[in-house]
């Protein structure tokens, strides 16, 4: 079912994300319409993201043959937050007549499940090695790396492939950013993922250390700059 374009749009039309943001996260995210974050290369703020739509979910569905009888596994880690998420999302679909499990795994073999194509859906997060919004897109979409390879949806779009290989090998960094935004618009098109949020990350820090800085794409802090005032 869920090779099906059409499957895939309809779960996004069929969750109601900015709820689950607001009621599970407390709004600390932004909301996505791709897969490429706020704040690097290839990100598009202008693009509308699925609407909240049940109406349109079902017809979808129907028009793909599933009316009534689609029945999806959803794995997920023991992560609090991934509970509450998982549990909004599986009555989200039941609304649109979809039937979801909720399987609870460790992460490893929820991760394993994932990889093989076992889990029909499941619910993770990525974090980038590096600030490129190549990072965000040729590990998760590229054909030769489903699976394993970072691509869980298995997702094999001949064209993509092309414009992933492009954005990855040009030097020219104009042509690099139009490559990318290209490449965001045809995954969201295409739907591989349920399109939730870019996480806001909360920091405290105290007045008399001065130096931090947060990162684009946090890896690591060394606190190499970092001082504190007696």
């Known amino acids: 079912a869920l090779a099906d374009v059409r499957v895939r749009q309809a779960l996004n039309h069929a969750v109601d994300v900015p709820v689950i943001l ?10 996505a319409a791709g897969s490429i974050p706020p704040g690097l290369d290839g990100y598009d703020p202008t693009r509308a ?11 979808l569905l129907a028009d793909a043959g599933h009316a009534a009888d689609l029945h999806l596994q959803l794995w997920r880690s023991s992560r609090a937050e991934f509970a509450r998420i998982a549990q909004a999302i599986q009555e989200d679909l039941r609304r ?5 499990d909720i399987v609870e795994r460790d992460a490893a073999t929820a991760r394993a499940a994932a990889r093989h194509g076992d889990a029909d859906l499941f619910l993770s997060d990525w974090f ?8 965000f897109t040729f590990p998760l979409f590229y054909s030769s790396n489903a699976g394993t390879g970072g691509n869980y949806a298995f997702l094999n ?12 090998t040009t030097t020219d960094s104009a042509e690099k950013v139009a490559l990318l935004r290209r490449i965001d618009a045809r995954v969201f098109d295409l739907a591989p993922w349920i399109f939730c949020w870019f996480p806001n990350d909360l920091w405290a820090m105290r007045p008399e250390v ?15 700059t970092v001082t504190v005032t007696p």
């Open 128 to 135: 980038a090695d590096y600030p490129d919004g190549e990072n």
């Open 22 to 31: 607001a009621q599970v996260m407390h709004n600390r995210g932004v909301l």
């Open 157 to 168: 779009e001949p064209s993509l492939d092309t414009l992933l290989v492009r954005a990855r």
């Open 210 to 224: 001065h130096g931090w800085r947060y990162p684009l794409v946090f890896t690591g802090q060394r606190w190499t």
């Open 49 to 59: 993201r699925y609407s909240y739509d049940p109406a349109l979910a079902r017809r």
């Open 96 to 100: 649109v007549g979809v039937t979801v």
